[in-house]
């Protein structure tokens, strides 16, 4: 079971009907098989992907994590935590909008609609609530 590479071809002496490959450059695959050429195959650049986190204080997600219980009468012992999406602990829109509205009263700041609506999780709510935090001071 030996395989050759011969310049920029590469055989598999395996099996009598293995496509041949030939690799034009490192982003560029082209196949044969039994004299039969197939369209090559050509890998598209991506933009490199990577995340900005921004850690919310400890503290704040403890208190958002109790605000969410507490509006969402959710039972004593309910695992609750930063990654908790709102939907998943059974929270509809209004559901949202009173959670909301708990936590500019808790923490004394007025979230705009826009960005109320697109908090889906208690750590993204944490987040948003230490930066209009920080921007208050």
């Known amino acids: 079971m030996a395989s050759s ?26 196949l044969s098989m039994k004299g039969r050429n197939f369209p090559s195959i050509t890998l598209q650049p991506r933009a490199p992907r990577f995340q900005v986190a921004c850690a919310a ?13 507490k509006q969402l009468a959710l039972p004593e012992g309910s695992d609750v935590s930063g990654a908790s999406k709102f ?3 059974g929270a509809d829109s209004l559901d949202t909008v009173e959670i909301v509205m708990g ?3 808790e923490f004394g700041i007025s979230v705009e609609e826009e960005t109320a609506q697109s908090i889906t999780t208690v ?3 944490a987040e948003m609530i230490d930066k209009l935090l920080e921007t208050m001071s």
Do not use: D, W
């Open 5 to 30: 590479i011969t310049g920029t071809s590469i055989s598999l002496p395996l099996m009598k009907q293995v496509p041949r490959a030939r690799i034009f450059n490192p982003n560029s695959v082209s």
């Open 87 to 89: 939907a998943a602990l």
């Open 123 to 125: 750590q993204e709510a």
């Open 103 to 105: 936590l500019e009263e």
């Open 57 to 69: 204080k400890p503290e704040t997600v403890e208190k958002v994590c109790e605000i969410v219980k």
